[in-house]
C-alpha cells in the first residue's frame, strides 16, 4: 500500500499530541519540516500508520535496515499513540531511543478480541540533520 489517506490540516493529529495535524505530524509528512527529534519522528510514522502512508515510513527507515517493500494492513485501525519514555533524541544529539506502546483496533476480530497493542523500544539516529527509525532495540 503506498496511497495514504488525506488528513484535513485542522484535524487532531493521529500522533494523539493534541495539536492539529497540519502543525505537529503534517509538515513532516509533506516533506516541509523534518521532525526536529527522535519522539517526533516516532509520533509522525505513528500517524502515517494512522493514514496508510508507506512511502513516509519508507523515506523515514534508516537504510541500513529499511525493507524492500513495505505492505500495511489496510483493515488495522491504529488509534492511540502512547510514549513512556525517551533517552537522549533531542534536537543536539545524534542517536535517541522512544520506548511507545501503539493502539490498534482489528475490525475483522469482533468486540474488545479485535483490540492489540504493540510496544517497542525503539532506537533513532540524525544523519544529514534528519532523524531515521533504526530498529527495535533488544
Known sequence: ??????????ARCPCCSGDLYGLCCGPAHS???PAPTAEALMRSRFSAFAVGDADYLRASWHVSTRPADLDLDPDLEWWRLDILGTTAGGPFDDAGTVEFV???RDPAVAGREGRGK???LSRFVREGGRWYYVDAAG
Do not use: F, L, N
Open 118 to 120: 504493540m510496544q517497542e
Open 102 to 104: 501503539a493502539h490498534y
Open 31 to 33: 516533506g516541509t519540516r
Open 1 to 10: 500500500m503506498t496511497a495514504s489517506a488525506p488528513v484535513a490540516t485542522d
